[in-house]
């Protein structure tokens, strides 16, 4: 196991500050209905999250990963079959919204029904993920 960190609270405290202002911004972009950007907010809000309760559980440094599932896996949380499907879902959200050959696709699919449904998960995921913490 590697040593633990000296400034836990401090780590942890930073990814939480910026996933707030991030959560902020997820939902300024709904309103201004860019939705596509809307949901990729929402992955790294979930993102920096996961890594503030990595950093509080493990006492190490978050791993470098975009991918919402293997970040929860290595955490070790305990995650219903839902939270995992959402997780990985979302995760699509960073890829869709980030590469060219992706974004026409993503941005189609990125209704306003489709941003609520999703950013109504998000928030869900959010309150549960701190109450990790």
């Known amino acids: 196991m590697k040593d633990k960190l000296e400034n836990t609270d401090k780590i942890v405290k930073h990814w939480l500050d910026s996933a707030d202002n991030n959560y902020t911004t997820m939902q300024n972009l709904f309103v201004s209905k860019d939705y596509n ?17 990595y950093v509080n559980k493990l006492q ?31 995760t699509t959200f960073n890829l869709n919204a980030r590469y060219d050959n992706y974004k026409q696709d993503f941005y189609k699919l990125c209704t306003e029904e489709f941003a609520n449904t999703w950013l109504s998960r998000i928030k869900i995921l959010v309150k549960w993920l701190k109450s990790q913490l």
Request: hydrophobic content about 50%; glycine content about 4%.
């Open 60 to 90: 190490q440094h978050a791993i470098f990963t975009h991918d919402l599932l293997r970040l929860s896996s290595k955490i070790g949380l305990e995650m219903t079959d839902e939270q995992q499907e959402w997780l990985d879902k979302i």
């Open 37 to 53: 950007w809307s949901l990729f907010m929402g992955h790294l809000v979930i993102e920096k999250i996961l890594k503030a309760v």
